[in-house]
């Protein structure tokens, strides 16, 4: 079973940025591609991002288009969200997910991914 552990989640003022970075464990991180999922208070879970194995396809929630980027760094086994412009809307457990295929595709649902990190928060104040 892989593990996947979020870091870098925290309280930030509208406007701010912050970075979440994920690290599965295990060596076959590259073969996989990775997706960030939020769940805001009293909602349900939603897609964020998704970056193919290779990184040359990235996939984004419209609410967070051009705000949020997410990236990968395949040999140090990690991929990132950067997140800017924060709003308070954006306030959710965030989630990184490994996706369930080894291909080079960005998958959007929830059910395309079956290993999930623990979650970090972020709140974002107004």
């Known amino acids: 079973q892989v593990q996947l552990v979020e870091s870098g989640g925290g309280l930030v003022q509208a406007g701010g940025s912050l970075r979440l970075s994920c690290a599965p464990s295990?060596?076959?991180?590259?073969?996989?591609?990775m997706g960030w999922f939020r769940r805001p208070p009293g909602k349900e879970r939603e897609f964020v991002a998704a970056i193919s194995r290779s990184g040359n396809r990235i996939q984004y929630a419209d609410t967070v288009k051009g705000r949020f980027t997410i990236s990968r760094d395949n040999a140090k086994n990690t991929v990132y969200l950067q997140m800017n412009s924060l709003k308070p809307e954006d306030t959710a457990i965030y989630y990184c997910a490994r996706a369930l295929f080894p291909s080079d595709y960005t998958p959007m649902l929830a059910t395309e991914y079956n290993n999930w990190g623990q979650g970090t928060q972020v709140t974002v104040s107004s």
């Open positions: 295990g060596r076959t991180f590259s073969s996989y591609a």
